[in-house]
C-alpha cells in the first residue's frame, strides 16, 4: 500500500505541474497514474475475487449471484474512474452520462438477482 501511496503523491505532482505549464498534457498524466495504479491493485483484486467465489461455491446456487455481483463491481469501479476523469477534463456533462449509463447496465446485471428474490418472496 505504502507503493501506491508514494506513486500516487508523485503522480499528483507530476500532474500539477504540467497544469501549470502544460496543461494539454496534465489529463494524460493523470489518466496513466490512475491506469498504472489499477494495474498494480489488480493481482490483489483478483485474489479477492477467487476468495469470494470460494465462498459462494460453496453455497451450491450462488454461482450467479457472484458472477453478478463481480460484473456489478467491475462497471461501479470503471464507471467511477471514467467519470472521474473526465470530471478532471472539465466536461461534467460527459461525466454525469457516463455515471448515467453505468447505473443502467449495474441494473441490468442484477436483474437476475432481482428476479430471484421476488420468486423468493413470491413462493412464501
Do not use: H, W
Amino acid at each position: 500500500m505504502i507503493k501506491t501511496v508514494v506513486f500516487a503523491i508523485a503522480a499528483v505532482s507530476v500532474v500539477l505541474l504540467l497544469r501549470k505549464n502544460a496543461p494539454e498534457y496534465a489529463v494524460f498524466a493523470s489518466v496513466f497514474g490512475s491506469v498504472a495504479i489499477m494495474l498494480f491493485v489488480l493481482p490483489q483484486a483478483l485474489t479477492l475475487i477467487n476468495e469470494a467465489q470460494g465462498y459462494f461455491d460453496g453455497l451450491g446456487t450462488g454461482r450467479e449471484y457472484f458472477s453478478a455481483l463481480v460484473r456489478v463491481s467491475g462497471i461501479a469501479l470503471l464507471t467511477q474512474f471514467a467519470s472521474d476523469t473526465c470530471r478532471d477534463s472539465g466536461e461534467s456533462a460527459l461525466a454525469s452520462q457516463t455515471e448515467f449509463a453505468g447505473k443502467v447496465l449495474m441494473t441490468l446485471c442484477a436483474l437476475p438477482i432481482f428476479r430471484s428474490i421476488l420468486q423468493m418472496i413470491n413462493n412464501f
